[in-house]
T-cell receptor, first 115, second 111 residues
């Protein structure tokens, strides 16, 4: 198993550009989520999904869109990048969608810089 | 809303000594999980240990153990025989749905 994979590892955007951060898992996990990590702020939840076709907002959803058309993939879209979105982005997954018993597994992260 | 508080932004420990990282949380739930994650400079999030709230016994993983006080909503991590490779950011996390993280404690290990 590759686990949770994220692409790209690094990205530089200009203000106003759009892009999609890719996340995939091959563990047949129901639950997937996106976090952003900023210095001194820990990891903050952007969006999450408890199964294909179901998504919900987290703590900091503004400026980001997600969709979950398959169990394996959970892309994060930045519609119009802003400097405030400069951060490290982590995708994570766990087996069960609605439960809380499982360990969450993380991808390696994407470092995004918006100029 | 559930919150997780790590009151020690930075800590340091001598190699081979023991250090305890603090974590408190707020919840109205009775059944949940708690986790400690380690983030070394490589940025990868690595699970260190997890605790099930309905279990009274404290979890242990080799040199890592927790002191779980459910009534006090406290979940501290003890690292014994500290090694240079333990230097990292450590995050406490509470899991109901979704996973909620504290802001982290940066641990330095002094040779």
């Amino acid at each position: 198993n590759a686990g949770v994979t994220q692409t790209p590892k690094f990205q530089v955007l200009k203000t106003g550009q759009s892009m999609t951060l890719q996340c995939a898992q091959d563990m047949n996990h129901e639950y997937m989520s996106w976090y952003r990590q900023d210095p001194g702020m820990g990891l903050r939840l952007i969006h999450y999904s408890v199964g294909a076709g179901i998504t919900d907002q987290g703590e900091v959803p503004n400026g980001y869109n997600v969709s979950r058309s398959t169990t394996e993939d959970f892309p994060l879209r930045l519609l119009s990048a802003a400097p405030s979105q400069t951060s490290v982005y982590f995708c994570a997954s766990r087996l069960e969608g609605g439960g809380h018993t499982d360990t969450q597994y993380f991808g390696p992260g994407t470092r995004l810089t918006v100029l | 809303a559930q919150t997780v508080t790590q009151s020690q932004p930075e800590m340091s420990v001598q190699e081979a000594e023991t250090v305890t990282l603090s974590c408190t949380y707020d919840t109205s739930e009775s059944d949940y999980y708690l986790f400690w994650y380690k983030q070394p400079p490589s940025r990868q999030m690595i699970l260190v240990i997890r605790q099930e709230a309905y279990k009274q016994q404290n979890a242990t993983e080799n040199r890592f153990s927790v002191n779980f006080q459910k009534a006090a909503k406290s979940f501290s991590l003890k690292i014994s025989d500290s090694q240079l490779g333990d230097a990292a950011m450590y995050f406490c996390a509470y899991s109901y749905t979704p996973l909620v993280f504290g802001k982290g404690t940066r641990l330095s290990v002094i040779a």
